[in-house]
């Protein structure tokens, strides 16, 4: 069975300093790969996407991440956080099969 | 707009008493999916769809129905609601479980 493990519940990070959400999958096949976004009381949003054409991905608002199969690691990254980054962000995997699954969740605090 | 759209927004509901949350889309994609939204669990996927007719359950499916007879609804039914049941649900549709997730607003479920 695929799963997602998310580490770190809560980040906090200050204005201008780098974001670093980390996200480890389980996959018996090569992944698809995903991170999303979600701000204070709205659906998520697509930050970016890995299907296996580049191990670097870059999403958008300055967002990008790195796939690692030897570490079956898919961690984000933003060089300089902004307070508009202050959101919870999901890592999703699908594998094998028509699942999606998300990891638990990041919640990122962003202090002026 | 392209969009996905669920109702109601917001339901306060006793044990037992059966329950319909519609989803629709009008991007006219195949696939689409109900997911429970918890603290510290993230979104786990309740059912999916691959196309009309065709429904397949995701991990968190006991308690749960839904149907697919038409390509933009995708309906979640819960016979006899539980508390355990109180939650966030989403609905979300894409053209494959490969591609982007486009959200509805969510509907806050609460089962007294």
Known sequence: ?112 | EAQVTQNPRYLITVTGKKLTVTCSQNMNHEYMSWYRQDPGLGLRQIYYSMNVEVTDKGDVPEGYKVSRKEKRNFPLILESPSPNQTSLYFCASSLSPNNEQFFGPGTRLTVL
Not at chain 1, 16 to 35: D, E, I, T
Not at chain 1, 48 to 73: C, H
Request: hydrophobic share 40%.
């Open chain 1, 1 to 112: 069975a695929q799963s997602v493990t998310q580490l770190g519940s809560h980040v906090s990070v200050s204005e201008g300093a780098l974001v670093l959400l980390r996200c480890n999958y389980s996959s018996s096949v090569p992944p698809y790969l995903f991170w999303y976004v979600q701000y204070p009381n709205q659906g998520l949003q697509l930050l970016l996407k890995y299907t296996s054409a580049a191990t670097l991905v870059k999403g958008i608002n300055g967002f990008e991440a790195e796939f690692k199969k030897s570490e079956t690691s898919f961690h984000l990254t933003k060089p300089s956080a902004h307070m508009s980054d202050a959101a919870e962000y999901f890592c999703a995997v699908r594998a094998a099969g028509n699942k999606l699954t998300f990891g638990g969740g990041t919640r990122v605090l962003v202090k002026p």
